[in-house]
């Protein structure tokens, strides 16, 4: 008789020359392991067989009630939420699947519960999903929401689901996909025929993911969140109504709720009648008299209090005080008050998802690619001392003889030696086939999701002067006849670059754009990236261009061409091989660096930038592999090759 256990998540925990038959099983890891002692010493058939029994009945008795298929019931009343008719306090932890390692799911959600939270909120990116029109990923990878939620269910907790359409998220275009802005005269979070066709099918196809998984029918999914913050952004009722009911057709059930700043005229627009309302934040009695004033038949909660917050290429770090954050927890549970903490656990904008701000028309703040939000779990999964803080306060509101779990034991962390490149490979000539147009366009009008795209001409009539480049997104490297001129910043307003003088009689002029994260919130979403508009050289408009789409994608990447050759001009590749006896997490410290993009054993790590603050990306153990690995470096400026490591922490 041969006995096997598996955890919940189907790791196989299998003692030393033993083969083992399947069971499934859930339960602490002291339990688990004082079994596979058990295992040990079992010899006889029949001790196999009461051996097996305990472990069946174990798991039946130690698995939370609502995380046992159970159906029940959530409903809403005129003050608070209630979970089968009694009152539910929701003190809820956000993460988002798509920012996390599909590996570290489960650790990220036993850290929210060690901190004394009893649901997780999740932000679902719809453009994470839906790549290309009617081509949905919801199976692969950290793509796989059903899986996520159903952790979420093992690990005895709840879930409130925030599905969009819209976002915001500090997240490429809001969650919005980028194939929308192929349309020219697009209208989005509107009645537009055209955006809403393709949010229906979109929440179609969400809904036959995780209608099954709410709690009314054994799941673990308590509310669902109408669109969010669009009391910030519009104000067509009609369109909130349209969302409402499409949920509601599709099967979704269980309470909905929306998510609003705490102002009268954001709630007017942004709440709906007969749902939860969520306020962005909320800690004090006027904050939840604003909701009561707006809706005195529904509860409010704060759907969005910020431990920490976001951070901008070239700012410092932002680091909100804890103490005003302890104050407000303590007025929230004193005052029995639900509240979800956004986020508990940020995670990392890995490739080109990281989004953007702008509140006037020539602003624009990129976000960095670290989501760490100075969050109470930091980027790589550790309790920080805000963590403790809170766990601390939070224990003090837990019933008589209820501990909170333990906290799960950090994941490896490991420095990687310095490594330096030895081959190159240069944009120039690695360039796909040319599409002709007569005026420059951004890359969405040649079907291009992000990355780069490069813009050649040759000059006739002017040959020098003021170049100028209306609506350039993002960042942009000017070449003539191959010899660079300098950059050109759309985050510092900067459009206008002066030509010198050339003895070529039509010089080639190159344009390489940088598109970097799309606007994701406010009125100024629509967001196209490369050059937008048009270019001119001492007033005359620049016409008959060859394009390149530069997508830098997997593919892409695979199939440069590397030599030992050093670069002639801006625009390189540099690759190098590294070995490692062991694999953890880390941090690639590109500090020598200029600008550019990282990739580890084909993985995008996201985008780096010398302006700071951020110095090193996060690059998690599952995507390291003992013995050889590879990195791939592309930076705009740089002629010859830095080194990088691999280093434990986050600078400040």
């Known amino acids: 008789m041969y006995l096997l256990i598996a955890s919940p998540d189907q790791r196989i925990i299998k003692p030393d020359n033993q083969l083992f038959e399947l069971i499934h099983y859930s339960d602490t890891k002291s339990n688990r392991n004082s079994i596979i002692s058990g295992i040990h010493t079992a010899t006889s058939t029949n001790i196999m067989r009461k051996l097996i029994l305990s472990i069946f009945l174990i798991g039946i008795l130690n698995i939370n009630s609502h995380s046992q298929n159970t159906?029940?019931?959530?409903t809403l009343s005129k003050s608070e939420f209630l979970l089968d008719g009694k009152p539910f306090q929701i003190i809820s932890g956000e993460m988002h699947p798509a920012r996390i390692p599909v590996e570290y799911w489960r650790h990220r959600i036993q850290m929210a519960k060690a901190m004394g939270c009893n649901t997780i909120a999740a932000y679902i990116f719809w453009n994470f999903h839906e790549l290309e029109p009617g081509v949905f990923d919801f199976q692969t990878g950290n793509h796989n929401i059903a899986a996520f939620i159903r952790i979420v269910q093992e690990e005895g907790m709840f879930l409130m689901l925030r599905p969009g359409p819209y976002v915001c998220a500090e997240w490429d275009f809001g969650g919005l996909p980028s194939y929308l802005l192929s349309i020219p005269d697009i209208k989005v979070r509107c009645m537009d025929p055209r955006y809403t066709e393709a949010v229906e099918r979109y929440i179609k196809t969400l809904a036959l993911q995780v209608k099954d998984l709410q709690v009314t029918k054994g799941g673990p999914i308590v509310m669902v969140q109408v669109e969010n913050e669009y009391g910030s952004y519009g104000n067509d009722r009609t369109y909130m109504k349209w969302l409402q009911k499409v949920w509601k057709e599709n099967g979704i059930e269980v309470p909905f709720y929306t998510s609003d700043g705490a102002t009268p005229?954001?709630?007017?627009?942004?709440?709906?009648?007969?749902?939860?309302?969520?306020?962005?934040?909320?800690?004090?009695?006027?904050?939840?008299?604003?909701?009561?004033?707006?809706?005195?038949?529904?509860?409010?909660?704060?759907?969005?209090?910020y431990p920490g917050w976001l951070t901008h290429w070239g700012e410092k770090w932002q680091r909100p005080d804890t103490a005003s954050l302890i104050k407000d927890v303590k007025w929230l549970m004193d005052n029995k008050k639900s509240f979800n903490f956004y986020v508990?656990?940020?995670?990392?904008?890995f490739g080109y998802w990281a989004g953007a701000n702008a509140f006037s028309p020539t602003q624009y703040q990129p976000d960095v690619t670290s989501y760490d939000y100075d969050a109470p779990i930091n980027e790589m999964g550790q309790a920080t001392p805000k963590y403790f803080a809170l766990r601390n306060l939070l224990?003090?509101?837990?019933?008589?003889?209820?501990?909170?779990?333990?906290?799960?034991?950090?994941?490896?962390?490991?420095?990687?030696?310095?490594?330096?490149?030895?081959?190159?490979?240069?944009v120039w000539e690695n360039l796909p086939e040319a599409i002709l147009?007569?005026?420059?366009?951004?890359?969405?009008?040649?079907?291009?999701?992000?990355?780069?795209?490069?813009?050649?001409?040759?000059?006739?009539g002017h040959k020098k002067g003021?170049?100028?480049?209306?609506?350039?997104?993002?960042?942009?490297?000017?070449?003539?006849d191959g010899k660079y001129i300098g950059k050109l910043d759309r985050s510092k307003a900067e459009n206008i670059i002066e030509l010198p003088a050339s003895t070529t009689a039509n010089p080639q002029l190159d344009i390489l754009v940088e598109g970097m994260g799309r606007i994701n919130f406010a009125e100024y979403m629509i967001d196209r990236k490369g050059i937008t508009e048009r270019v001119s050289l001492n007033g005359m408009t620049l016409m008959n261009w060859q394009v390149f789409t530069l997508p830098f994608d997997e593919s892409y990447v695979e199939n440069l061409k590397f030599t030992p050759t050093a670069a002639s001009q801006p625009g390189n590749f540099f690759k190098a091989a590294f070995q490692l006896s062991a694999i953890g997490d880390t941090y690639i410290d590109v500090s020598q660096w200029e600008k550019g993009l990282v990739w580890v054993n084909g993985h995008n790590l996201g985008r780096y930038w010398n302006i700071g603050p951020q110095k090193e990306l996060y690059c998690p153990a599952p995507w390291l592999k003992k013995g050889k690995n590879e990195i791939v470096i592309f930076d705009m400026h740089l002629l010859s090759p830095k080194t990088v490591k691999g280093t434990k922490n986050l600078s400040n």
């Open 437 to 460: 147009t007569p005026q420059p366009k951004p890359m969405e009008m040649f079907g291009q999701k992000a990355g780069f795209i490069l813009y050649r001409t040759n000059l006739i």
């Open 71 to 74: 159906n029940h019931s959530f």
């Open 466 to 480: 003021k170049l100028r480049i209306t609506e350039l997104h993002d960042y942009a490297t000017v070449f003539m």
């Open 265 to 305: 005229f954001m709630l007017e627009a942004g709440s709906l009648p007969d749902a939860a309302i969520g306020l962005d934040p909320a800690a004090n009695a006027s904050n939840f008299a604003e909701a009561t004033k707006a809706n005195p038949n529904v509860p409010s909660f704060c759907s969005e209090l």
């Open 344 to 349: 508990i656990h940020g995670g990392t904008n």
């Open 395 to 426: 224990a003090k509101y837990q019933p008589a003889k209820h501990k909170l779990p333990a906290i799960p034991a950090p994941m490896p962390v490991i420095e990687i030696p310095e490594i330096s490149f030895t081959l190159s490979a240069s």
